[in-house]
């Protein structure tokens, strides 16, 4: 990437900027889904609990989904 003026530096460190942070957001769901994956495999003791468990898990996928999106709408605007 060629930067010809300071505005186009200034639009690549936001976009690094706004990156880093989505990758942050998505390592901390990354990381509850994995607790909760080992709690479904370990600690739960009735399908209801296993079920609970899921439904966070799949709500954890969901966000990760929407921080993905908002992060590539919020670096192809800048």
Known sequence: MIIKK???AANAYRRLDVMIS??????DRLQKM????IEAAVDAETDGERVA???QFQQLKREIDE??????SDTTMA
């Open 53 to 55: 468990l899921d439904t």
């Open 67 to 72: 921080i993905s999106l908002l992060a590539r």
């Open 34 to 37: 994995r607790e909760l994956a």
């Open 6 to 8: 300071p505005s186009d």
């Open 22 to 27: 989505a990758l942050s957001e998505i390592d």
